[in-house]
């Protein structure tokens, strides 16, 4: 199979989220538009205890940082190589400013991306040219020079196709498991 490498920043929009002067604590609500922070990152799923959530006319101020189906969400502090796929489920959420937007074009799936972002070899590559000892940092430039190893499309969708049925496999497999201890 030949793989293309190509850069990131030519194969995705890469956004930043709102920093603290856009959106300020005050401007969370009870009931809204939640609020994706690095805190909810880390696996397929956003983890959904505690977010934040704004009004529906800071969500149409902000609306830049609106969530689509087929978006990844980075940490861009900390642990920079966390991240969450955007399903279909949180269409229209909102990503905060410690978040960075991966946003892929048409020529690459969405979960094939994702699933590239999982492997070892990559978390090293973002760790790597993150910056700052005390705390990790990474930008949108630095995160557009990451090389995406790209076969044909249609093998991007059997990839993914594949490696998405093992993990609703696992999900399934973890909740069975849980039945069972309870």
């Known amino acids: 199979m030949k793989f293309d490498t190509i850069k990131l920043s030519e194969l995705a929009a890469i956004q930043t989220g709102p920093f603290g002067s856009q ?8 009931h809204g538009t939640p609020i994706v922070t690095v805190e909810h990152l880390g ?5 959904e205890q505690n977010l934040p959530c704004v009004s529906d ?8 940082y609106v969530l689509k189906t087929g978006d990844i969400v980075f940490s861009r502090v900390g642990s920079v190589d966390r991240c969450s796929y955007v399903s279909a489920e949180y269409e229209g959420w909102m990503f905060s400013g410690r978040c960075l ?14 699933y590239f972002f999982l492997l070892e070899k990559t978390k090293q590559f973002v760790r790597n ?6 705390m990790p940092s990474i930008n949108t430039k630095f995160m557009g020079e990451i090389p ?4 044909s499309l249609d093998a991007q969708n059997k ?6 049925m ?3 496999k696992i999900e399934l497999n973890k909740k069975i498991n849980k039945n069972l201890a309870t």
């Open 148 to 151: 995406i190893r790209v076969p």
């Open 57 to 64: 006319k800071d969500k149409e101020r902000l609306k830049k």
């Open 23 to 30: 959106l300020h604590k005050e401007d969370y609500v009870v």
């Open 43 to 47: 696996s397929r799923k956003f983890t």
């Open 166 to 168: 093992i993990d609703d």
């Open 159 to 164: 990839i993914a196709s594949i490696l998405w």
């Open 129 to 134: 040219i993150a910056t700052g000892a005390t």
């Open 101 to 114: 937007r991966v946003r892929p074009c048409e020529k690459l799936n969405p979960e094939y991306l994702y």
